[in-house]
DNA sequence: TTGTATGCGTTATCAG
DNA sequence: CTGATAACGCATACAA
């Protein structure tokens, strides 16, 4: 491994003409020198080392993602096809951007905060955190930070977030499938908190501008990890009776009833509707496709990046919450139901 | 951001006593002072600046996963299941040895070289590459390096290598579908090098123990990205007349075909049998299920980072070519013949 | 146009 | 048991 001082050994100068070749401020240096530099810099393969760079500059051109992992600890969160998605988007626009990413997932917050303290990353991109999780993050990381699907309060600290119009994809499949004559929807998700909460509220809103309340028993939470289990499974199909239809937060548990159902010998959508959210190869997978809620990942993923790395060079707001828009997407898992 | 040397002040000790105790030289050091070091440790919430450790440690408890890209640049590697399990997989087990993980993605080797090279990163874990491009690595890139997936010669040159039984894959798989009375299988993969040329040759060997020759017509190369366009997909619609089995090489393209198949009105298995490779959700996703061979990536991935990190601590040779076994996974996507 | 000196935060050597 | 001091590789303010 080359350094610095051995290139200026070799050619006779200081560390400082020699780096200030490899920057590029050649302005302050003479025609000569630089390109006896250049050569010798090539000629040796040198590359810096960037935990010395980074000590010296106090940066690390580390973007960290931090992401709270699930409480069942032998899960792989990247089987998740949205977070995998999301991570690949993310890596890519983080390299083109000059930066590198670090995975900091833990089911402790204060272990990512650590890491994230300890590599001294630059900015942050938060995904998967409610309230107090992110107030705990703020209070001991002071560098820029970018939320995705996070719903705080503006009034209690200032964020950024990179949302979705959830409540809007909600309200909007709620009303496809009431339009189609659907009016005992079961609406199931593995949590009542941020994202999923919002998809309930505008289910909710939907119903009630047909003049329906929500029933208690219409929402059916599955804890998170469990919906593969045969129990779980096969409550859903004893459940199927009383439902025309199932309204499911993501493609990925739609796509696992609606098989599990088929192969018990339910036809969807003539026993049983399903819909999806999302729009991920699960929905498209599966026979028949499943109607669903689009989003676009990436372009969320690469607007968070552009967002960060704009607030790390102090560019813009540190308020700011974007909402990407959805869309129906409409296939053939949903039955009309005639009166 | 509080550091050792502000601890020391503060304590009237010297930086090498507070370093100690952080590190729990605690012999070194008397009860009473400890106990002090660490309460303010707790008080201010140390934490350790890892650029200026490993500086001082020429090290950098990071293990770098390179990976080339393909060329259409425009996509994201992880949406690829088999892809995204790797990582995860990697990236939990990495963690849990107390190293971090840093993703090198690119279609550019030099590139890749340059990055791990730069961040001085303890072990590669290297995926997806062949012969020379490894060659190249090696040249430049002097720590501990475990592949995953290559074929290389021993001849040429060291490496640790966790491999698959790809040759008994393909072998099993066509000699199921012998077995079942099939004669015409045409074998898809998106090229012919490493793993899917052992798929092959496994593929012909099955074949010759039958006394049937591999004609070059049966060997279908896809260009990889080009699966899901429509003029391949019309194309293997054309060719199901003349084959009675589809053997694929992944399960993420035999799921893609079946379902285009199926869509256009053929039969799975009746008119047209279908096999993957991997054994990922994709290959149980659709109906009927796919045929597979199964794979235990989790499992490999964990291997390789324990193999990398006795590397690392110098515990093991450094040639190394282990192949983890495969298992036909027998479903319904291949149909018996009866003569 | 080039060089000197210093600091970044940590670890490690060696002396007290 | 504790403390000076140097070293890691680089960037930079300031001098020459």
Same mark, same amino acid.
């Given at each position: &491994?080359?350094?610095?001082?051995? !290139?200026?050994? &070799? =050619? ?17 240096? #003479?025609? !000569? ?7 010798? =810099? ?24 931090? &992401? ?21 988007? =993310? +890596? ?60 705080? #309060? ?9 949302? =979705? ?7 909007? !499949? ?52 469990? &919906? ?41 959508? +003539? ?17 028949? !496709? ?50």
């Amino acid at each position: &491994m080359v350094t610095i001082k051995d !290139m200026a050994e &070799m =050619l006779g100068l200081s560390t400082t003409t020699v780096s200030n070749v490899i920057h590029g401020k050649t302005s302050e240096v #003479s025609q !000569m020198t630089v390109q006896r530099v250049q050569k010798l =810099l090539a000629e040796y393969d040198y590359v810096p080392n960037i935990n010395a760079r980074n000590l010296a500059q106090n940066q690390s051109k580390i973007i960290g993602l931090a &992401m709270k992992g699930s409480l069942h600890k032998y899960s792989n969160m990247l089987l998740d096809p949205f977070i995998s998605e999301l991570v690949g988007a =993310l +890596e890519g626009e983080i390299r083109k951007q000059g930066y590198f990413m670090m995975l900091y997932i833990s089911t402790s917050i204060e272990e990512i905060i650590q890491y994230v303290s300890s590599w001294n990353v630059d900015g942050l991109i938060v995904t998967g955190m409610q309230h107090d999780d992110y107030i705990k993050i703020k209070h001991r990381y002071k560098k820029p930070a970018v939320l995705i699907d996070s719903y705080l #309060s503006k009034d209690v600290i200032q964020y950024a977030n990179v949302g =979705l119009e959830d409540e809007t994809g909600g309200y909007q !499949m709620t009303k496809y499938l009431l339009e189609n004559g659907h009016r005992n929807i079961g609406f199931i998700a593995d949590n009542m908190t941020g994202v999923d909460y919002y998809r309930f509220l505008g289910h909710k809103r939907a119903l009630e501008e047909y003049g329906l309340s929500t029933k208690e028993e219409n929402l059916i939470i599955i804890p998170a990890g469990k &919906m593969e289990t045969q129990d779980v499974l096969n409550d859903f199909y004893v459940k199927a009776e009383k439902y025309s239809a199932f309204m499911f937060c993501s493609d990925y548990y739609a796509a696992i009833v609606l098989n599990f159902l088929q192969d018990r010998g339910l036809q969807v959508p +003539e026993d049983i509707s399903i819909t999806g959210f999302d729009n991920n190869y699960f929905s498209r997978m599966v026979r028949p !496709m499943i109607t669903t809620v689009n989003q676009d990942i990436s372009q969320r993923g690469k607007q968070a990046v552009h967002y960060l790395i704009d607030l790390i060079d102090e560019k813009v707001p540190k308020q700011m919450d974007i909402k990407f828009p959805v869309e129906l997407v409409i296939r053939g898992s949903v039955r009309k139901i005639s009166k």
